[in-house]
């Protein structure tokens, strides 16, 4: 069975730090595209960034409004995915969602995804 | 970036009711475009990818159609556990976006 637990969320002050992490289970992490999407409350889903699998080359993509502030990285060997977060703002107050990303059909869905993790950003 | 519109924003049926949600891209995207439904404080969950793939284990009354810049989300039946909200997602190109979603009521 595919899980993937999201942790780490939590209260944090502006311009503080966080590092999410992702654990996953049930299939072959290695080879698996990985994402972060991102929901503020009562708000739509919004795509956070990606991280290729080593065999893909294993490149990294951020959306604009993260971009220079976020990391997306991935240990292999402890299949974990996590999610630096840098210069936090008000506006990056969400749940954060993990998920895996099939690329065999030539698109790419976020096939099984985690139960998310909140983040509060707030002095 | 790919610009993702979907309507109507929202929308009430009964159930057996036959529903329609429409996503319309900035750019055309093949057909690299998925549908996914999320109930009130759940994880979102995959119906449709590749514009008109079933994904395994969702039922039959889901199907999706279109290619290029005009995709359609149908449930040919509603149920009572087919409320909660409908987002189409680009994957043509990083950064892949959203649609703004489209919640369903049940009448």
């Known amino acids: 069975e595919v899980q993937l637990v999201e942790s780490g969320g939590g209260l944090v002050k502006p311009g503080g730090s966080l590092r999410l992490s992702c654990a996953a289970s049930?299939?072959?992490?290695?080879?698996?595209?990985m994402t972060w999407v991102r929901q503020a409350p009562g708000k739509g889903l919004e795509w956070v960034g990606r991280?290729?699998?080593?065999?893909?080359?294993?490149?990294?993509d951020y959306a604009a409004p993260v971009k220079g502030r976020f990391t997306i990285s991935r240990d292999d060997s402890k299949n974990t995915l996590y999610l630096q977060m840098n210069s936090l703002e008000a506006e990056d107050t969400a749940v954060y969602y993990c998920?895996?990303?099939?690329?065999?059909?030539?698109?790419?869905?976020?096939?099984?995804w985690g139960q998310g993790t909140l983040v509060t950003v707030s002095s | 970036d790919i610009q993702m519109t979907q309507s109507p924003s929202s929308l009430s049926a009964s159930v057996g009711d036959r529903v329609t949600i429409t996503c319309r891209t900035s750019?055309?995207?093949?057909?690299?475009l998925n549908w996914y439904q999320q109930i009130p404080g759940k994880a979102p969950k995959l119906l449709i990818y590749?514009?008109?793939s079933l994904q395994s284990g969702v039922p039959s009354r889901f199907s999706g159609s279109g290619s290029g810049t005009d995709f359609t989300l149908t449930v040919s039946s509603l149920q009572p556990d087919d409320f909660g909200t409908y987002y189409c997602?680009?994957?043509?190109?990083?950064?892949?976006?959203f649609g703004q979603g489209t919640k369903v009521e049940i009448k």
């Open positions: 998920a895996s990303v099939t690329y065999g059909s030539g698109t790419y869905p976020f096939d099984y």
């Open positions: 049930g299939f072959t992490f290695t080879h698996a595209w």
């Open positions: 991280i290729l699998s080593r065999t893909s080359g294993g490149g990294v």
């Open positions: 750019q055309t995207i093949s057909n690299s």
């Open positions: 590749a514009a008109s």
């Open positions: 997602q680009q994957s043509y190109s990083a950064p892949w976006t």
